[in-house]
């Protein structure tokens, strides 16, 4: 609602046939441009067209692997064209896919696009937002800081990018093991300013893909639409192949795992040594009272050599390897969760935005069904008179939804909730 050209892209690419998805996967991508004049958008552009065409290119790479590779080489593309035009000079755009294997998830990730998950009532945020407000966060974790402290840092700056330097650091994240009934997520920030994740949570828990896609953005914009808005929602719905990642596993090479982890045995000193050197020790105090030096001399001596050697035979065991952990993963994600619930006051908002929506299309006497929309409306209000404000959210969140699909492509059906807002909803 408020940029006059869209700097988001995303590229969706499906494997065709069932072996294609468990050499390769589907791939997902969404990239969010910045930059002054057109530069945001051609950076994202690159950036997803790159990603799509170099993954594939990488078919001697594993596919974590070839993914990071892929946006590597990315990012070197998205470099070379703005240092090659001044009117594209450090232009640069946030790059976040998602490849579904049978293995599981693998999440590759620069910049503060985001990527959720939604399983059993839960949603987790399975990236790590590389803007300055997550990177002072997770500086200071475990400092106690007043909630006005980081409300003053500022939102919108990132401290990654695809473009801006020849190089860049890839964050790599799975592989998460899928389950029937997944629900991702990937959105820019454009949708996930303007929706919290309780909220996120409540649509896609609600709502098929496409409608739960749909309904993010009228949200978003609804809420004044700052920024382009970008979102793919993704469902698991058949039987998946889990194996165990570091066998016979297409995501990773032998030699792309950790280093394997060693361990020097240590060996245990023979009883008899102590106690011989114990007696050697008395003999040695024996002769000093009898002033015998030469023999205090030796005893000495023949005790400290017998414990160095000893010490040395202690510690310069064998060197093993430890057991390699049967699973391995990439990243640190999930970064956070919500649970699928709503409190008292996540149910007035959505009901606000409702009622706020509902009166802005009988004022514009726009053709809407009404009997259906009080339905769900007067379900709603029943919901959260009884404190059930769970049910009472997802009705509201399905009025909106039902409102603005009606709303939508009608003559002068800009942001219903806004005077002067610019280009058409959705």
Same mark, same amino acid.
């Given at each position: 609602?408020?940029?006059?050209?869209?700097?988001?892209?995303?590229?969706?690419?499906?494997?065709?046939?069932?072996?294609?998805?468990?050499?390769?996967?589907?791939?997902?991508?969404?990239?969010?441009?910045?930059?002054?004049?057109?530069?945001?958008?051609?950076?994202?552009?690159?950036?997803?067209?790159?990603?799509?065409?170099?993954?594939?290119?990488?078919?001697?790479?594993?596919?974590?692997?070839?993914?990071? /590779? *892929?946006?590597?080489?990315?990012? &070197?593309?998205?470099? %070379?064209? #703005?240092?090659? =035009?001044?009117?594209?000079?450090?232009?640069?755009?946030?790059?976040?896919?998602?490849?579904?294997?049978?293995?599981?998830?693998?999440?590759?990730?620069?910049?503060?696009?985001?990527?959720?998950?939604?399983?059993?009532?839960?949603?987790?945020?399975?990236?790590?937002?590389?803007?300055?407000?997550?990177?002072?966060?997770?500086?200071?974790?475990?400092?106690?800081?007043?909630?006005?402290?980081?409300?003053?840092?500022?939102?919108?700056?990132?401290?990654?990018?695809?473009?801006?330097?020849?190089?860049?650091?890839?964050?790599?994240?799975?592989?998460?093991?899928?389950?029937?009934?997944?629900?991702?997520?990937?959105?820019?920030?454009?949708?996930?300013?303007?929706?919290?994740?309780?909220?996120?949570?409540?649509?896609?828990?609600?709502?098929?893909?496409?409608? /739960? *896609?749909?309904?993010?953005?009228? &949200?978003?914009?609804? %809420?004044? #639409?700052?920024? =382009?808005?970008?979102?793919?929602?993704?469902?698991?719905?058949?039987?998946?192949?889990?194996?165990?990642?570091?066998?016979?596993?297409?995501?990773?090479?032998?030699?792309?795992?950790?280093?394997?982890?060693?361990?020097?045995?240590?060996?245990?000193?023979?009883?008899?040594?102590?106690?011989?050197?114990?007696?050697?020790?008395?003999?040695?105090?024996?002769?000093?009272?009898?002033?015998?030096?030469?023999?205090?001399?030796?005893?000495?001596?023949?005790?400290?050599?017998?414990?160095?050697?000893?010490?040395?035979?202690?510690?310069?065991?064998?060197?093993?390897?430890?057991?390699?952990?049967?699973?391995?993963?990439?990243?640190?994600?999930?970064?956070?969760?919500?649970?699928?619930?709503?409190?008292?006051?996540?149910?007035?908002?959505?009901?606000?935005?409702?009622?706020?929506?509902?009166?802005?299309?009988?004022?514009?006497?726009?053709?809407?069904?009404?009997?259906?929309?009080?339905?769900?409306?007067?379900?709603?209000?029943?919901?959260?008179?009884?404190?059930?404000?769970?049910?009472?959210?997802?009705?509201?969140?399905?009025?909106?939804?039902?409102?603005?699909?009606?709303?939508?492509?009608?003559?002068?059906?800009?942001?219903?909730?806004?005077?002067?807002?610019?280009?058409?909803?959705?």
């Amino acid at each position: 609602m408020r940029r006059s050209n869209n700097q988001d892209h995303y590229g969706v690419a499906i494997t065709q046939s069932w072996e294609d998805w468990q050499r390769r996967g589907h791939l997902f991508v969404v990239a969010d441009g910045m930059g002054a004049h057109a530069a945001g958008e051609l950076a994202s552009e690159i950036a997803v067209e790159q990603v799509r065409h170099l993954y594939k290119k990488y078919i001697d790479k594993k596919p974590a692997m070839a993914l990071t /590779a *892929a946006i590597e080489e990315a990012n &070197m593309i998205i470099n %070379r064209r #703005g240092e090659s =035009n001044a009117a594209f000079h450090k232009m640069g755009t946030t790059c976040s896919c998602l490849l579904l294997l049978p293995q599981g998830a693998v999440m590759g990730h620069v910049g503060d696009s985001r990527i959720y998950r939604l399983r059993r009532g839960k949603l987790e945020q399975m990236t790590f937002d590389h803007s300055m407000a997550w990177e002072i966060k997770a500086a200071t974790q475990g400092k106690e800081y007043s909630e006005d402290v980081y409300a003053a840092i500022p939102k919108n700056v990132i401290t990654r990018s695809l473009g801006p330097s020849p190089e860049v650091e890839v964050d790599l994240e799975g592989a998460f093991p899928l389950e029937v009934g997944d629900t991702f997520m990937m959105c820019s920030d454009g949708a996930s300013g303007p929706v919290t994740d309780e909220e996120i949570a409540l649509i896609l828990h609600s709502l098929e893909p496409v409608k /739960a *896609a749909q309904l993010m953005i009228d &949200m978003a914009n609804l %809420r004044g #639409g700052p920024d =382009n808005i970008t979102v793919i929602v993704v469902k698991v719905t058949g039987e998946q192949i889990t194996n165990d990642p570091c066998k016979n596993d297409p995501l990773i090479n032998e030699e792309d795992l950790p280093p394997p982890q060693v361990e020097r045995v240590v060996r245990p000193i023979p009883r008899k040594l102590w106690l011989a050197l114990f007696l050697v020790l008395l003999v040695s105090g024996a002769a000093y009272f009898l002033h015998q030096p030469l023999v205090t001399l030796a005893g000495v001596l023949i005790t400290i050599f017998s414990t160095i050697f000893a010490l040395v035979y202690r510690f310069t065991g064998e060197l093993v390897r430890l057991p390699v952990k049967k699973k391995f993963r990439f990243g640190k994600g999930p970064y956070s969760e919500t649970h699928c619930n709503a409190d008292s006051q996540v149910a007035l908002n959505l009901k606000i935005l409702y009622d706020e929506l509902s009166e802005a299309a009988l004022a514009n006497e726009w053709t809407i069904d009404w009997d259906a929309i009080h339905q769900i409306g007067g379900q709603a209000d029943t919901e959260m008179k009884k404190g059930d404000y769970y049910q009472a959210s997802r009705h509201y969140l399905l009025g909106i939804g039902s409102l603005m699909a009606q709303i939508r492509g009608q003559k002068g059906s800009r942001n219903p909730l806004e005077e002067d807002s610019g280009p058409d909803v959705g």
